[in-house]
């Protein structure tokens, strides 16, 4: 059997190992340094928009702090959008508030801004006003941000992007997790570049990222002595991890380039097969980072459905997986509200995530190419 594809595997770029041996030399083994101060600062600059760039241990965190900067309680509730990963709503629950999920519309897969402002509406009218939303850019695929961004500025509610499969990906020339009140980032191994584990929070101004290492650092007060008016989180990243950071900044557009022609390889190789589509921006003011190439299947056209081919592909001992089931189907918030029809629903059910790694080889490639054209070729026999 050969060796595994995977379907988003860490790719060093070969700098990392020399900042992480800079924090050994500097004995700065610890949650600040100057790997993490530097780490920020090519991410505000990546990202251009006068941003304040807080490195935190995981997306996860990032979402949780922005939740509480934007002043979410106990039963208050927050609009997230329905097709995300599970770590998009949990931090809702970790203060004690609702999610109120919003379904996807069809071209980008991400909130739909009609549903969005009914529920904002329906809230409102039963003396419910939202207290945030969550919009999050799917697969490297932006949002229509522009349209939630004035939804949330018509009706004065905060703005949370989550941006962590997006890292250079834009919207009409504006870099993702740049719109919102806080943007979200993530570093997890799967990204598009990694520290192996970790995040960030993008923040509006230098006053919203002190406060965002304050409450990331024990929400220790300035005294001699350990004193806490607050709650805190011991959410900052490591000096040691934030070394990989530096590294992996220095290859990203490379990495970005590598999945975009990933992209571009899928829909060479799928452009004749009847019922499958390739995911892709609708016109010029999109631009992905295609973090991972997915497809939608419709099984009446194509003769097989995302399992037949996913089950095929791991025979083969390459990873595919299906895209996110939506947060209003699963069973931990069954009995939170839910404005849309079934767009990610029938979004979830047919479509498929394939191997979208900077580091496939044109081998690996021309692999998944010949099993896919095998499988095809023995559905249609």
């Not at 909130?111 to 969005?116: A, D, F, G, T």
């Not at 004749?272 to 190439?293: A, P, Q």
């Not at 790694?357 to 026999?381: A, H, M, P, T």
Request: aromatic content about 10%.
């Amino acid at each position: 059997m050969s060796d595994k594809i995977w379907l988003s595997s860490p790719h060093m770029g070969g700098k990392e190992q020399e900042y992480i041996q800079e924090a050994f030399d500097t004995n700065w083994i610890a949650p600040l340094g100057p790997n993490i101060q530097k780490f920020e600062e090519s991410i505000e600059n990546y990202l251009v928009q006068d941003k304040h760039v807080v490195a935190l241990s995981s997306g996860t965190a990032a979402i949780h702090l922005a939740l509480i900067m934007a002043g979410v309680v106990l039963d208050d509730e927050v609009l997230c959008q329905s097709f995300t990963f599970s770590a998009s709503v949990n931090p809702i629950s970790y203060q004690g508030a609702k999610p109120v999920f919003i379904d996807s519309e069809s071209e980008t897969w991400n909130m739909s801004p009609i549903h969005l402002e009914s529920a904002i509406v329906d809230s409102i009218e039963i003396g419910k006003k939202p207290k945030a939303i969550i919009v999050v850019h799917l697969y490297g695929m932006p949002a229509k941000i522009d349209k939630i961004a004035v939804i949330a500025k018509k009706y004065e509610i905060p703005l949370i992007e989550d941006a962590a499969e997006v890292l250079g990906s834009s919207y009409k020339g504006q870099k993702c997790g740049t719109f919102g009140d806080y943007g979200i980032l993530s570093f997890n191994g799967n990204k598009i570049i990694t520290t192996s584990g970790g995040g960030a929070l993008v923040c509006n101004s230098i006053n919203d990222k002190e406060r965002g290492i304050y409450l990331a650092s024990q929400a220790r007060d300035e005294a001699p002595h350990y004193q806490h008016s607050e709650i805190g989180y011991n959410y900052r990243m490591s000096n040691v991890v934030a070394g990989i950071g530096r590294g992996q900044m220095e290859v990203l557009d490379k990495h970005i380039n590598l999945r975009r022609k990933n992209n571009q390889f899928y829909q060479e190789l799928f452009k004749d097969i009847e019922g499958v589509t390739v995911f892709i921006e609708k016109n010029d003011d999109f631009y992905s980072n295609h973090w991972l190439s997915c497809i939608l299947i419709d099984e009446n056209l194509a003769g097989f459905n995302r399992e037949d081919i996913r089950l095929a592909l791991l025979k083969a001992n390459i990873e595919s997986r299906p895209l996110w089931k939506p947060m209003h189907l699963q069973p931990v918030f069954s009995t939170c509200s839910y404005f849309g029809t079934e767009v990610s629903e029938n979004i979830f059910k047919a479509g498929l995530c394939l191997p979208s790694g900077s580091n496939l080889s044109e081998l690996d490639k021309e692999f998944i190419k010949n099993c896919i054209l095998e499988f095809i070729q023995s559905v249609n026999n």
